[in-house]
């Protein structure tokens, strides 16, 4: 056989088996890039779907912030309705004590005798003690008392016992266990005659 002959069918064998490979490379790539394809369409997917969550969370969360800015509104609406509930009673307590003035102002100008003046007077001071009483409002008594800084709000200090209330100038008022308003007094300076 002639050295042509054998190259021949050496390059006709090369060339096939060269064909053959490229087959397969490109039978490869198709496969590679096919799952390429998917995994990007997968992902688009994905991304839609995350993109819905993020929608749907977003949605969620203004929706509950919306129904708390509208529980504080309410909240807020309820407590000045039951503040103002609250000082409509003690108002008509006191309307009445005004009634009870005015009655006592038309008595006072026709009365002659001072001590029923001042006997009207009593009962509306009383009267106004009751309310105030049913309001939880209780006077401090803090004549001849230790002087409690807590409770009392010294003016001056004055000959008498050292740190005693010598003279309550205005009464203090407690509203349940709070302090609403101390005692103004005058204190002793535990001289027996001198002001200071």
Not at 62 to 73: D, G, L, S
Not at 89 to 101: G, P
Not at 161 to 182: A, S
Request: hydrophobic share 35%; net charge negative; charged share 45%.
């Amino acid at each position: 056989m002639p050295k042509r002959t054998k190259d021949a069918k050496k390059t006709r064998k090369m060339s096939k088996k060269i064909k053959q490979e490229l087959k397969e490379d490109g039978k490869e790539k198709q496969e590679t890039e096919k799952p390429v394809e998917t995994l990007q369409e997968e992902l688009k997917e994905l991304e839609k779907e995350d993109k819905e969550t993020k929608q749907d969370y977003l949605s969620d969360l203004q929706r509950v912030q919306a129904e708390f800015e509208n529980y504080m509104k309410r909240v807020e609406k309820e407590r000045v309705l039951l503040g103002d509930f609250a000082k409509r009673e003690l108002l008509l307590k006191f309307v009445n004590i005004v009634d009870e003035f005015e009655a006592a102002i038309h008595v006072i100008k026709d009365a002659e005798d001072k001590t029923e003046i001042l006997k009207g007077v009593e009962m509306l001071f009383k009267n106004m003690h009751k309310v105030l009483e049913s309001e939880h409002v209780k006077v401090i008594n803090a004549f001849g008392e230790e002087f409690d800084p807590y409770y009392h709000d010294a003016i001056a200090k004055i000959s008498g016992e050292e740190n005693k209330i010598i003279e309550e100038v205005k009464k203090g008022y407690m509203f349940k266990d709070k302090l609403l308003r101390p005692s103004i007094v005058k204190v002793g300076n535990g001289q027996g005659g001198k002001n200071e």
